[in-house]
């Protein structure tokens, strides 16, 4: 569980709350139909922008938002190396009974490729073309977010216009004005609010995590090729290491002489 992203949206919310009801009058806060206008009028809009199952199906996106993403890099690093290490001391057709102990399926799939002994220029084009698409994919989920946080702040607004205009036509009771107007407002607090606080951090939050996976799948790509070509295991672990941050790089005792 990714905990900066639910501390985020609280704290967020609980700065709001708190300073409404220190402001007193909460109860004006709650109004259902302009939540209907800012939520469902943002849906329908989006609906109108994407394919229905695009957006039915990002409900399985958001949820990478609230996950912690291990990335395991340091993990798959030595396990790049022990491969490395048996592929020279073997033979690179040796690893193959190591291929159903390797988890990522993008790695599996590019050392079957070494193993069945498929060209490097192949290899990297196969890895790279699955790569370019996991970034397509990933990229519908963060324009739908990014669509929602650019919808919702606009059906605020319709929301506050109809409000106007209802209150114009009573202008004849000055006593309603003032409740009349921060009704009429209230839809425009509700779609900043769900855009600034939701949707966009949201929509940020996957790219994000989408760039760190294409990072770790490039880091793949390079380790396959690697052992295909032979470099030396000490070699292997030193040109990985590089796409890590080096506060997160260990100094493996392990690592090959």
Excluded: C, W
Excluded at 98 to 125: H, Q, T
Excluded at 128 to 135: A, D, F, I, R, V
Excluded at 148 to 154: H, N
């Amino acid at each position: 569980m990714d905990f900066a992203t639910i501390i985020g949206i609280f704290s967020g919310l609980f700065l709001i709350v708190y300073n409404i009801a220190t402001g007193g009058a909460a109860e004006i806060f709650i109004h259902i139909p302009s939540m209907m206008i800012v939520f469902g009028g943002a849906i329908a809009a989006t609906l109108v922008t994407f394919p229905l199952n695009e957006v039915v199906g990002v409900m399985r996106v958001v949820s990478k938002a609230f996950k912690k993403e291990d990335a395991l890099q340091l993990a798959m690093i030595n396990q790049f190396v022990d491969l490395a290490k048996k592929a020279r001391r073997e033979g690179i057709l040796a690893i193959d009974k190591e291929l159903n102990n390797i988890d990522n399926e993008f790695a599996r799939v590019g050392l079957e490729m070494a193993v069945d002994g498929s060209e490097p220029e192949v290899i990297r084009d196969v890895l790279e073309t699955e790569l370019t698409y996991l970034q397509e994919r990933h990229k519908i989920g963060q324009k739908i977010f990014a669509a929602l946080g650019a919808y919702a702040p606009a059906f605020g607004m319709i929301g506050t216009l109809i409000g106007l205009i209802s209150m114009l036509k009573s202008l004849d009771d000055p006593a309603n004005i003032g409740q009349g107007m921060a009704v009429a407002l209230i839809t425009t607090f509700y779609g900043s609010l769900i855009a600034n606080l939701v949707f966009l951090p949201i929509a940020g939050k996957l790219k994000n995590i989408s760039d760190q996976e294409v990072i770790k799948k490039e880091m793949i790509i390079e380790g396959v090729l690697a052992i295909q070509f032979g470099e030396h295991p000490k070699n292997i672990n030193r040109k990985l290491l590089n796409f890590i941050p080096p506060k997160n790089r260990l100094q493996d005792e392990s690592a090959p002489s």
